[in-house]
């Protein structure tokens, strides 16, 4: 039988670096600027730092209030991206979401950007987006909910207060409103179930009757975490035949097309979310030589509840997620063998653009190896990884688009560097990963220091 603690280290964890856990480090001095004028050392001039110098942007705060001018160069080189990846280092960082807010804002304000996902139950996002767009409910209660287990990272008081500014906007915009979606595949909330039901039931007491039956003890009366805590208590043979009762259910639904095709369509999707989670749920997660594979199903998942929205919507989409899964490249092959990022880049082309965030020291929530959750710190980046090489450019925090950077910069993106790859659990399964940067994003946001965020619950 799968633990908690195996599904902690399985769903969340992007296999990262394993970092040295050190004394919370104190903020420092940003770096000494490099000479970059005509009249600098030679040598210094031909060093990648240098050479990003060049064409790094600086970022006037990662606060997520007041004036976004210093965003405009990203602005430039998000281009025609329809849907745009944001990542980040850490799971539990406050310097990551609020930095996100303001991308958020510049990218709603000034690029018609739609809607926010993120790395979350796709029933989830159904009911953040009620409360977004219609004010149905109260967000605490929302968040208490719907944020637990592995999801309870996004508890957070920084995750609240960019769920409020959306609220905000959509209230002075109540005609051209801003969505949340959640992509992920880790829990069907009850929402799933009813909406099915409800689109069954107004087809014939025939369909409601066959589709009642294949979700009979499915929908859940208890929180998320109790919920996923007892499905892994059933036999893998029983959760199989649930996936199986589950796919029968899309299939029937799309059988009955119905007169209202956008209706029927949002139904399909519900209940291909239903059964998302019960097919990465009847993986056997005992075999060590099946994560593989359900890691390569959740992230294909991903990239396809993206892809329906934004096709469904024509929105486009930022999206939150860890390093990982926004990377065009796989950070860790032997366990995540393809991710949402590369998945979107086939589907989307240059309509999908990557961003990775990285940073030199700070702290961050994450879950101990006995499943409790814990502060860490992470020391300053050692020499020889890539983020002791790009702290030393010199600005503090910075956004360098990696497509367009002078020839030194160029050969040391596209050598493999260790880099910080922290999940949900610390420390992470893999130690030093190699990145070769230009291969996994298209920009990256580079930050001297983090802190961890402020958890609500």
Do not use: C
Not at 170 to 184: A, E, K, T, Y
Not at 317 to 331: D, P, R
């Amino acid at each position: 039988m799968i633990t908690h603690k195996l599904l902690l280290t399985a769903l969340l964890v992007p296999l990262g670096a394993t970092l040295a856990v050190a004394p919370a480090a104190s903020a420092s001095a940003p770096p000494a600027t490099l000479a970059s004028s005509a009249s600098a050392d030679a040598a210094a001039f031909r060093s990648p730092e240098a050479a990003l110098d060049r064409v790094a942007h600086p970022l006037r705060t990662t606060e997520p209030l007041g004036g976004l001018a210093d965003l405009r160069p990203f602005g430039t080189m998000v281009g025609d991206a329809t849907v745009v990846g944001v990542g980040e280092a850490t799971h539990s960082s406050h310097e990551f979401v609020t930095l996100k807010q303001r991308m958020l804002r510049y990218l709603v304000e000034e690029k018609g950007f739609r809607t926010f996902a993120l790395e979350a139950a796709w029933s989830s996002g159904l009911r953040i987006d009620a409360y977004l767009t219609r004010g149905e409910g109260d967000l605490k209660q929302i968040m208490d909910e719907e944020f637990q287990g592995t999801y309870r990272w996004w508890n957070n008081a920084e995750y609240r207060d960019l769920l409020q500014w959306m609220r905000s906007y959509n209230i002075q915009h109540p005609g051209d409103p801003v969505h949340f979606v959640g992509d992920d595949n880790g829990f069907a909330g009850p929402e799933l179930y009813d909406r099915v039901n409800a689109w069954a039931a107004a087809s014939g007491p025939e369909l409601a009757a066959q589709i009642g039956e294949l979700y009979r003890g499915l929908r859940p009366a208890t929180g998320a975490e109790a919920y996923v805590n007892d499905y892994f208590a059933k036999p893998l043979a029983e959760r199989r035949e649930l996936a199986e009762r589950t796919a029968r259910a899309v299939d029937l639904l799309k059988q009955h097309p119905g007169a209202d095709a956008d209706a029927h369509a949002w139904a399909v999707q519900h209940a291909a979310a239903i059964h998302q989670m019960t097919t990465l749920y009847a993986f056997d997660w005992d075999d060590p030589q099946n994560i593989p594979g359900a890691m390569l199903y959740r992230d294909r998942v991903m990239a396809d509840n993206i892809a329906w929205w934004q096709q469904h919507t024509g929105d486009k989409i930022m999206i939150s997620a860890h390093n990982t899964h926004a990377a065009l490249k796989t950070y860790a092959p032997a366990s995540h063998p393809r991710v949402q990022g590369e998945f979107l880049r086939e589907q989307l082309g240059t309509g999908y653009l990557s961003v990775g965030l990285t940073f030199n020291q700070g702290t961050f929530n994450a879950f101990n190896h006995d499943g409790a959750p814990e502060r860490f710190a992470a020391a300053p980046a050692a020499p020889g990884t890539a983020e002791h090489t790009l702290d030393r450019v010199r600005y503090r925090d910075y956004v360098v688009d990696l497509r367009n950077t002078p020839a030194p910069a160029r050969t040391w993106l596209a050598e493999p560097h260790t880099i910080k790859n922290i999940g949900a659990t610390y420390p992470g399964i893999a130690d030093a990963p190699q990145i070769r940067l230009t291969q996994t994003h298209d920009i990256l946001i580079h930050l001297h220091q983090v802190q961890a965020a402020h958890m609500l619950n």
